[in-house]
């Protein structure tokens, strides 16, 4: 049973900083974590979820969207099957459920591209 568990969010001001992590587990014989990309999409109420930022499994070469370019980055360490995003100076519009995705069969920057989710963490950035 494949599962990804998200943790690491919460409140915090603007221009402040949190680091999110994603365990995986599960993942067996002929996909594993070592060869699978993994990513961060977020969902804010009454909004769709927003590709975030990907991981490749081959050279850990990183995706990131527009809105978070130059502020977050993403990262995994194979040895623990987990890959974590260290968010830096927050807005309040960073606020949203936060998910884990992988691994991914097809675009890093579409949903419907990961097989499987956490379920999620909730990050508050107030202003």
């Known amino acids: 049973q494949v599962q990804l568990v998200e943790s690491g969010g919460g409140l915090v001001q603007a221009g402040g900083s949190l680091r999110l992590s994603c365990a995986a587990s599960?993942?067996?014989?002929?996909?594993?974590?070592?060869?699978?990309?993994m990513a961060w999409f977020r969902q804010a109420p009454g909004k769709a979820r927003e590709f975030v930022a990907a991981?490749?499994?081959?050279?850990?070469?990183?995706y990131y969207g527009d809105s978070v370019k130059g502020r977050f980055s993403i990262s995994r360490d194979n040895a623990k099957n987990t890959v974590s995003l260290q968010m830096n100076s927050l807005k309040p519009e960073d606020t949203a459920l936060y998910y884990c995705?992988?691994?991914?069969?097809?675009?890093?920057?579409?949903?419907?591209?990961?097989?499987?989710w956490g379920q999620g963490t909730q990050v508050t950035v107030s202003s």
């Open positions: 995705g992988g691994p991914a069969r097809g675009s890093y920057y579409v949903e419907s591209s990961y097989e499987y």
């Open positions: 599960g993942l067996t014989s002929g996909r594993t974590f070592i060869n699978s990309a």
């Open positions: 991981i490749s499994w081959i050279g850990g070469r990183t």
